[in-house]
């Protein structure tokens, strides 16, 4: 082999171990960015507070079916627990006015975190009780009377802030309007709890 080669061989070899070396940095460095910025176990969380606004969105009648189309739509509230302070959610939906009720999907922000749910409200008794039952604004049951309104029941999982998944239970009595359509909240109740790691 001539000397000319040698040095061509040596020169490819170093040639090879510098771009080796420079991978393996330029690999490390990628995973070291692509770690998940939540390390650690999934511990419990909770919050729940009251629904205190609701603006009017876009709402337009789905043709003649009875149904209307509810986008970019907001709510807010106020949460005590592990997330603290006002929240907003935004959601979009399709639903009946007669019963409000159907699939509701939405996006939460609250204090530094945003998650998102998939909720199905349905008509039925909140908490509040009532006197003398009507079948329309006080509802009779098996352990009371209470004032009927919707029902929240569904999933979440954050977006940012945390990683977690969770429940969403809650109920709200509207104030509807000469359509039917809600125009504020009389009182209600919002709550999430699950698991999540910071």
């Known amino acids: 082999?001539?000397?000319?080669?040698?040095?061509?061989?040596?020169?490819?070899?170093?040639?090879?171990?510098t771009a080796s070396i420079l991978f393996s940095a330029v690999a490390l460095a990628v995973g070291l960015i692509a770690v998940p910025a939540f390390a650690g176990p999934l511990k419990s969380f909770s919050a729940s507070g009251p629904i205190?606004?609701?603006?009017?969105?876009?709402?337009?009648?789905?043709?003649?079916?009875?149904?209307?189309?509810?986008?970019?739509?907001?709510?807010?509230?106020?949460?005590?627990?592990?997330?603290?302070?006002?929240?907003?959610?935004?959601?979009?939906?399709?639903?009946?006015?007669?019963?409000?009720?159907?699939p509701v999907y939405a996006r939460m922000s609250a204090d530094g975190y945003v998650a998102n749910m998939t909720i199905v409200s349905s008509l039925g008794p909140t908490p509040v009780r009532c006197e003398t039952p009507d079948g329309v604004t006080c509802i009779e049951t098996p352990i009371g009377n209470?004032?009927?309104?919707?029902?929240l029941n569904g999933r979440m999982n954050f977006l940012s802030g945390a990683e977690g998944t969770g429940n969403v239970n809650g109920w709200l009595i509207p104030i509807l309007d000469a359509q039917g359509h809600i125009v504020r909240i009389e009182t209600s109740l919002l709550a999430i709890a699950g698991q999540w790691s910071q």
Do not use: C, W
């Open 1 to 17: 082999m001539s000397e000319g080669s040698i040095r061509g061989s040596r020169s490819m070899r170093v040639l090879q171990y």
């Open 52 to 102: 205190k606004t609701i603006d009017n969105g876009n709402v337009e009648p789905a043709g003649e079916s009875g149904r209307f189309i509810v986008r970019e739509r907001h709510i807010t509230g106020e949460f005590t627990g592990d997330i603290t302070g006002k929240f907003t959610i935004t959601y979009d939906a399709n639903v009946p006015l007669a019963t409000q009720s159907g």
């Open 146 to 151: 209470f004032v009927p309104g919707l029902l």
